[in-house]
């Protein structure tokens, strides 16, 4: 069974552009999260798929933003890079509605904003 | 809200000594709880989880008990190993609600001395 498969696996940009990251999850999941990683932080949530909809949001303002498709892969985009958004960005996949099942996470996309 | 507050580190140990890497939550309702280690440069994996009071997570030799009337979920091993040196995260999971998303804390840096 393929995991987690995110790309790219880095990505560095200058202020005040856009990134887009990718997410593909586990064959039968269909919720997909995204969570923030900076350096020296534990992890910040930013948003959650299911079902091709967004159900809840991090406190991460408007420029981050994503979307899933019909096969439930994900993006995530952040618009007007700012330094402070250089992280390492995890996805993560579950299957719907089972609070006992863990996620399964990718290796993450890191990010360099200069 | 939902929180986990997490054992600062880092932590360092000698081959063999025993762990203990404590872990207590604030939870509307009853989460589902977990264990999760980072290993350096890669995404997280799932090391054990507990859904109910008074479950025991198990895995790898690490264990944690779910004890609800502390609100506690701590990390122990007996002998800890030069490979256990990773980052250590401790998360818990509502089952309903829109906040289903799994909340970290900051995690715990373990490293492990020959």
């Known amino acids: 069974e393929a995991g987690v498969t995110q790309s790219p696996t880095h990505l560095i940009k200058t202020r005040g552009q856009q990134a887009t990251l990718r997410c593909s999850p586990i064959?039968?999941?269909?919720?997909v999260y995204w969570y923030q990683q900076a350096l020296g932080l534990g992890l910040q949530f930013l948003l959650w798929?299911?079902?091709?909809?967004?159900?809840n949001r991090g406190n991460f303002p408007p420029r981050f933003s994503g979307r899933q498709f019909p096969n439930y892969s994900s993006e995530l985009n952040v618009n007007a890079l700012e330094l402070e958004d250089s992280a390492l960005y995890l996805c993560a996949s579950s299957r719907t509605g089972a609070p006992d099942y863990g996620y399964t996470f990718g290796s993450g996309t890191r990010l360099t904003v200069v | 809200g939902n929180s986990v507050t997490q054992m600062e580190g880092p932590v360092t140990l000698s081959e063999e000594a025993f762990l203990t890497i404590n872990c207590t939550y604030t939870?509307?309702?009853?989460?589902?709880l977990f264990w999760y280690v980072q290993y350096p440069g890669e995404g997280l994996q799932l090391l054990l989880k507990a859904t109910k009071a008074d479950d025991k997570g198990s895995n790898k030799g690490f264990e944690a008990t779910y004890r609800k009337e502390t609100t506690s979920f701590h990390l122990e091993k007996g002998s800890v190993q030069v490979s256990d040196s990773a980052v250590y995260f401790c998360?818990?999971?509502?089952?309903?609600?829109?906040?289903?998303?799994?909340?970290f804390g900051s995690g715990t840096q373990l490293t492990v001395l020959p």
């Open positions: 939870a509307t309702g009853y989460p589902s």
């Open positions: 798929y299911d079902e091709g909809e967004e159900r």
């Open positions: 998360a818990l999971r509502i089952s309903s609600g829109s906040a289903r998303q799994l909340t």
């Open positions: 064959s039968g999941h269909t919720s």
